[in-house]
């Protein structure tokens, strides 16, 4: 049986409006590529640089629930932002975050990586002297690799203690572009 686009859209904007959804998704178009998002009730839950929902389907399930769909209106405040921030008219996110299944230390690191202005950088050393682990650059280097909301927690914000550019789950070339966007090289 096939289903109509049309009674597709309006299923999906039913469950929206109802809350039935654990967590809506789209695949937003941005000037680094198509970008995965994925938003709860709570707030943001994710953004990936890989825009094939299957691969996170469970991953976001396991996150909020088995009611994950594909649903626009869900990350609109999400797509309205970052639109703003790559329009250059916008320098903080005000969206909410969903960071439930997280540990405390990666919250803790997440919190404070949020903190890092527009347009200036941070090292992984300094993250982890910030939360209180001065010792664990690594840890901290880890928690970036792994941000599941990058842009708007701005892991591109950080680089090596030598100030090079190391690591970026999204591809070095991507953080060259949100570091140029911001001014920061």
Request: glycine content about 10%.
């Given at each position: 049986m ?6 597709d ?14 967590m809506?998704?789209d695949?937003?178009?941005s ?8 938003a709860?009730?709570q707030?943001l ?9 299957e ?12 009611r994950?769909?594909?649903?626009p ?9 970052l ?17 439930r ?10 919190q ?5 202005p527009?347009g200036?950088?941070t090292?992984?050393?300094a ?20 941000n599941?909301?990058?842009?708007v927690?701005?892991?591109h ?20 572009t949100?570091?140029e966007l911001?001014?920061?090289?």
């Amino acid at each position: 049986m096939t289903v109509s686009a049309d009674l597709d859209r309006r299923f999906r904007e039913a469950a929206t409006t109802m809350g039935l959804l654990d967590m809506g998704f789209d695949v937003v178009d941005s000037p680094v590529g198509p970008l995965f998002v994925a938003a709860s009730e709570q707030g943001l839950a994710a953004i990936s640089f890989d825009p094939e929902p299957e691969e996170q389907l469970e991953r976001l399930a396991r996150i909020a629930g088995p009611r994950v769909l594909r649903s626009p209106r869900s990350v609109d405040g999400a797509r309205r932002e970052l639109d703003q921030y790559f329009e250059g008219k916008r320098r903080a996110f005000d969206l909410s975050l969903d960071l439930r299944a997280l540990p405390p230390f990666t919250v803790s690191v997440l919190q404070e990586l949020a903190r890092v202005p527009y347009g200036e950088t941070t090292t992984y050393g300094a993250l982890a002297t910030r939360v209180g682990r001065p010792r664990a650059a690594r840890a901290v280097g880890t928690v970036m690799n792994r941000n599941r909301i990058p842009i708007v927690l701005p892991c591109h914000r950080v680089v090596g203690s030598s100030g090079d550019l190391v690591g970026y789950a999204g591809g070095l070339d991507r953080k060259v572009t949100l570091l140029e966007l911001e001014g920061a090289l």
